[in-house]
RNA sequence: CGGAGCGUAGCUCAGGUGGCAGAGCACGUGCCUUGGGAGCACGGGGUCGCAGGUUCAAGUCCUGCCGCUCCGACCA
């Protein structure tokens, strides 16, 4: 491709409204441009990435089995009726109504309709399985698109859904596709990792997450270097075990007065005390309505994701001011004894001598609180949102915690949708049977971005290889001089019928405007051909860095080694 | 959805107390230049987000709306 005849339009500054690298570059280089927020315009050099980023997948998901399949963006109601996601999944939902005034939305995931399309044409086991697949926009209205092309309201997905006749094989199609989706990432070339994750709204029975490590990433992941574990920390277990302080002696229960002190530091400071041996209380509302105080040591983070799981609800939150006065709860000086609510405590309370809680009046607090000897809980749980250097649930090793962009994730559905929507099989017993489902997504567009965020210097975008929209760049620097014009071209023919994809800058502009566009965009290698062409000699760069000068007569050797 | 900020040329932004719409970059033409976004000259480009109000006069003050961004909640 020639650049001057190409649409590549670069800017020396980010549009004021792009805050991280990836949603900056993709702009400034020319890859992508805003319509409306969170929805986005591919130029021909983002298409072009997004289609090798398209063909990766297509290449390991048909060698893994799964069929190609493209299902309607525009879905009716009545199949999100059906599994009563018409109502829950709620505003993000986009809605819309057709001439007859009936209801449609745009699909933001297509459990429903392949779970539609399975029912109305597969009925024996002998037909199954089957893992269909496709690569298509998706719509969700989110409530806060951020972040450029990393979370849009209109964005690219590969989502593939899985019919198994049983739990056991359904499991090995989830095996299938969680190796599948690892040739997928590491043939992108991107830094990921895989990790535990939950299940959330979308519901199963378990669930990987793939998160490409980036700095400020918005999925927090714990993991172990020693043994290989890796969860989301919604999900890592907290191991207690070794975190426990060492016994001691009970001493007396003691209230004592604590004026404007409610905070953990401040308690921690006020009573000379480590945060390890204060005790909060948070009252939180479920969502079915219920009350709930729940106990954590000071130094640790409940993890609401472990409560809402436990308390088998689909949301909860923390009790606001107004609700706590209307229980008689004294705000900042909360505590389990004499509290009218169900006490639950999470496991890091457990074996815990003297502590100190709130004594539920205002500016006092009790000190050397012992269980079961001053209150007990309903039950030990663990509440606890996992963090750096706790012991690995594994192997006990110090575990490290990094941040991430999810860039795909798996689930084992089981029967959720094909019970609601009644897709049965009738199995070799002759009995008609629920289709065991699993769901696995990969976020296209969103990987394009991740690839930016993983690997970008100062001065542009470093794609990796693999999903660089041309491999080769070449740099006439001075057009006018029929010399060099001349050996950029017939490189650059060399280059085409060698099927190298290869992108020559053969406009009339100075070198240095050339040398800030070939770095913004980024493309992995560079044949510079300038001044000493006069001594047979052209530069040849790579985007990362590295250079060396070339005589001319190796231009075929090289050429044939980019192949 | 809660909180904050912003909206003036394609982009980045300046335009105290109300008084002729601005700069740099980008764009066009010409000259010159070609190893890191060169220089000179000339030129084109605006519904100052929209609507209403106050005023002799509104980019500027007031009200409402819309859009965009950030923090949080949410997020298969």
Redesign the pocket.
């Known amino acids: 491709m020639r650049m001057s005849v190409y649409f590549a339009p670069?800017?020396?500054?980010?549009?004021?409204?792009a805050?991280?690298p990836s949603h900056k570059l993709l702009l400034?280089a020319g890859y992508i441009r805003?319509l409306?927020?969170?929805i986005y315009e591919y130029l021909p050099l983002g298409l072009r990435v997004l289609r090798k980023i398209e063909n990766i997948i297509r290449k390991y998901m048909d060698e893994a089995g799964a069929l190609e399949v493209l299902l309607p963006i525009l879905t009716p109601a009545e199949l999100w009726q059906e599994t009563g996601r018409w109502d829950v999944y709620g505003k993000?939902l986009f809605r819309l109504k057709d001439r007859k005034n009936r209801d449609f939305a745009l699909g933001?995931?297509h459990e429903e309709t392949i779970t539609d399309l399975v029912r109305k044409n597969i009925h024996s086991y002998k037909d199954l399985p089957k893992n269909f697949y496709q690569i298509q926009t998706?719509f969700?209205d989110?409530?806060?698109?951020?972040?450029g092309l990393i979370?849009g309201r209109e964005f690219i997905?590969k989502?593939a859904y899985s019919f198994d006749i049983s739990e056991e094989m359904a499991v090995k199609s989830y095996e299938i596709m969680k190796e599948t989706y690892h040739k997928i990432f590491s043939s992108l070339g991107l830094d990921y990792i895989m990790v535990e994750a939950d299940v959330?709204?979308?519901?199963g029975k378990y669930s990987h997450e793939f998160v490409v490590k980036v700095p400020n990433g918005?999925a927090h992941i714990v993991y172990c270097e020693k043994c290989g574990y890796a969860a989301n920390v919604e999900t890592a277990k907290y191991e207690f075990e070794l975190d426990k302080l060492p016994p001691e002696d009970e001493k007396p229960l003691e209230k004592v007065y604590t004026p404007n002190v409610s905070s953990v530091e401040d308690v921690a400071k006020f009573l000379n005390v480590d945060t390890k041996k204060i005790v909060k209380t948070l009252v939180y509302i479920l969502s079915d309505g219920r009350k709930v105080a729940v106990l954590i040591r000071g130094d640790r983070e409940l993890n609401?994701t472990k409560l809402i799981n436990y308390f088998k609800v689909l949301?909860c939150?923390l009790a606001t001011s107004e609700e706590l006065k209307e229980m008689n709860i004294v705000e900042g000086f909360v505590g389990p004894i004499g509290l009218n609510l169900p006490i639950y405590a999470d496991i890091s309370v457990k074996d815990l001598h003297n502590f100190v809680i709130g004594a539920n009046e205002k500016d006092y607090h009790f000190i050397n609180v012992n269980i079961p000897r001053d209150f007990e809980p309903i039950e030990f749980v663990d509440f606890s949102t996992a963090r750096e250097n706790d012991p690995c649930p594994v192997c006990k090793a110090p575990l490290k915690e990094t941040t991430g962009l999810e860039v795909g994730?798996i689930?084992l559905l089981g029967t959720k949708y094909s019970e609601a929507m009644k897709a049965y099989f009738v199995d070799k017993d002759g009995k008609e049977k629920p289709i065991i489902m699993g769901?696995y997504?990969i976020?296209v567009s969103r990987l394009m971005a991740a690839a930016v965020e993983q690997s970008y210097d100062e001065?542009g975008i470093i794609w990796p290889e693999e999903i660089a929209p041309f491999k080769l760049m070449i740099l006439p620097?001075?057009?006018?001089?029929e010399k060099i014009k001349n050996k950029a071209e017939e490189i650059y023919k060399k280059a085409l019928d060698l099927g190298i994809e290869v992108l020559i800058d053969d406009r009339?502009?100075?070198?240095?405007?050339k040398?800030?566009?070939?770095?913004?965009i980024g493309i992995p290698y560079r044949i510079?051909?300038?001044?000493?062409?006069k001594d047979g000699i052209?530069?040849f760069?790579k985007r990362t860095g590295e250079?060396e000068e070339i005589s001319i007569n190796d231009i075929d050797n090289l050429l044939e080694k980019l192949k």
Do not use: W
């Open positions: 670069t800017m020396k500054e980010a549009p004021a409204e805050e991280v400034r805003k409306a927020s969170g993000e933001p995931t998706k969700r989110e409530a806060r698109p951020r972040y979370r997905m989502d959330g709204a979308i519901g918005e609401e949301d939150r994730h689930f769901c997504g976020g001065n620097l001075n057009i006018k001089d009339n502009i100075s070198a240095g405007a040398f800030k566009d070939a770095d913004l510079v051909i300038g001044r000493k062409l052209i530069e760069q250079k």
